[in-house]
Structures are given as structure tokens and as C-alpha cells.
């Protein structure tokens, strides 16, 4: 995926990303959920499609919360927040 991100195939890193999460509730892994819908917040970002964007980071924010995640998770909901916010 971060080839396809290098490279700017950027719509080609949403199906994969979306592939990921239906892989992620397929495996029962949920607790992972937040970091996917971050990646595809920040790629409907990049790509312009807010309602997208701010749908995603929704999901990631609601996900960080429920299910906590690593030393960073705070800055990402913060991110995740801003994309919201931004995107209204």
C-alpha cells in the first residue's frame, strides 16, 4: 500500500485498504478497525472526498476510544478530529 501511496495511486490504496478491513471483520481482529479507517480517512483526504474523509475518521476516532491502541493513539484521534472538523 505505501507504493501505491509513493506512487500516487491513491484511488488503488482505497480498494486495498478496503480489502484490509473486510479481511480485519473477517478474522474477528475488530480491535485493529482504528488504524484502517485512519489510512482511508487520510487517503479520501488526499484525494478530496470529504464526506469520505470525515465518515472514516468518525470510524477511527470511535474505534481509538472504544478499543484504546498505542502511545500514539491520542495524536491520532486528534488528527482524526481535525479531519472531521474540517471536512463538516
Known sequence: MLGLIQTKRLTTAVAMAKEMIDLVVEEELVAHLAEHYE????LHQALGERKAAAGYAGLAIADLEKYGGDDDAKETI???????RRNR
Open 39 to 42: 489510512v482511508l480517512a487520510r
Open 78 to 84: 486528534r488528527d482524526m478530529r481535525e479531519i472531521v
